[in-house]
């Protein structure tokens, strides 16, 4: 791959910006000041620095986040931080997308990867990955049941949907944890709103088989290993 599309990927500037910096001797390819934007580069084994500081590169990274409340789910908003602006800055660099969205007060599991397919597998409802949400209400949910009948709610265009019957995992006093593969507009939020129970509040604790890692603090992420990846589709 060519140097200056490299950087301007990992976000270092235009191809134009780049081609100045390497003029201006700030970019080194394996100890060597570079004086060509375009040489070829091999990403996975050159080491190369951009203002003496080391390039850090991750192929196919995908994170595991633990989102917290008050961030929105967006690559860019005019109001609120993002969960992007929550990133280490060597990750941030990297083409990351969203596996779905949780709302701005909701915390918990986020997956964001540079693989859309990836991504598309774990939010296509085809592909029936489940997501499980521990919903906290003011009151016990004592007509939960009443989530195994179809139920119509309106999707974020005010359309009405039949929503799939979600799997309740338990209700016990005030808190419930249900599984839905679907990921419509506040979906979990309109579901107990429905019941009569408004949702106080709301964590994505799992995907498939995934599970938010304990040791995450809130706004914090972790690198996903391959093996942590397979456990989403099973
Ligand atoms: N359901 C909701 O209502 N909100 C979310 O963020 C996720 C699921």
């Known amino acids: 791959m060519r140097l ?3 950087l301007s990927n990992l976000k270092y500037g235009s191809r134009k910006q780049i081609e100045q910096a390497v003029k201006a001797g700030r970019v080194t390819v394996n100890q060597q000041t570079v004086s060509h934007a375009s040489m070829p580069i091999d990403p996975h084994r050159d080491v190369v620095t951009f203002d003496g500081e080391k390039i850090r590169f991750y192929p196919n990274l995908t994170l595991m986040m633990h989102k917290r409340a008050g961030v929105v789910c967006a690559h860019h908003d005019a109001q609120f931080n993002t969960i992007f602006d929550d990133l280490p800055e060597q990750y941030a ?3 990351l997308h969203m596996a779905g969205r949780l709302d701005r007060d909701v915390t918990g599991l986020m997956i964001l990867s540079v693989d859309g397919t990836l991504i598309h597998k774990i939010i296509s409802p085809r592909k029936d990955v489940y997501k499980t949400y521990l919903v906290e209400t003011a009151e016990p949910v004592s007509n939960i049941t009443r989530l195994h009948a179809p139920l ?3 999707d974020g265009r005010g359309k009405p949907y039949t929503i799939k019957p979600p799997k309740i995992i338990s ?3 005030t808190t419930t944890i249900i599984k839905i593969s679907e990921g419509k507009h506040h979906q979990v939020k309109k579901m107990f709103a429905a019941l009569g129970h408004p949702v106080q509040k709301l964590t994505r604790t799992a995907i498939g088989a995934l599970t938010l890692d ?7 992420v972790k690198r996903l290993t391959d093996a942590e990846i397979a456990q989403i589709f099973t």
């Open 4 to 6: 200056d599309k490299w």
């Open 93 to 95: 660099r990297h083409d």
């Open 152 to 154: 119509v709610l309106k």
């Open 171 to 173: 209700s016990t006093g």
């Open 214 to 220: 304990e040791t995450l603090s809130e706004g914090d």
